[in-house]
């Protein structure tokens, strides 16, 4: 069963940038659509990027469009969720999330369908 792990969430100013890591374990983590979410105090837990396991497909919500992008390394199992132009409403603690291609062909941004999380990274974007 693929587990995951996150890392990279830090305190950065408005504006800045941050890279946070997933790193996958387990057998065929390259055929798992991955997402990222996020989830801000006292809010409901959002998509933001989700990359497809199988083919090209992939999602990026509006309020990250231009700003954030979901990329992958096979040979590291890992998933980066690259931030520019951060803004303090993008505070919150930051998510990834997997399920196997063979249960959903296309990734989503809905947290229904995904099976696995990691614990999450906090990202704090204050001056």
């Known amino acids: 069963q693929v587990q995951l792990v996150e890392s990279g969430g830090d305190l950065v100013q408005p504006g800045g940038s941050l890279r946070l890591s997933c790193k996958g374990s387990g057998v065929g983590f390259r055929f798992y659509n991955i997402a990222w979410f996020r989830e801000a105090p006292g809010q409901e837990r959002e998509g933001v990027v989700c990359v497809s396991g199988k083919n090209e497909y992939s999602e990026t919500a509006h309020f990250a469009e231009g700003r954030f992008s979901i990329s992958r390394d096979h040979a590291e199992n890992m998933v980066y969720l690259q931030m520019t132009g951060l803004k303090p409403e993008d505070t919150a603690i930051y998510y990834c999330?997997?399920?196997?291609?063979?249960?959903?062909?296309?990734?989503?941004?809905?947290?229904?369908?995904?099976?696995?999380w990691g614990r999450g990274t906090p990202v704090t974007v204050s001056s």
């Open positions: 999330a997997a399920i196997h291609y063979t249960q959903r062909l296309y990734c989503s941004r809905s947290t229904r369908d995904y099976d696995r």
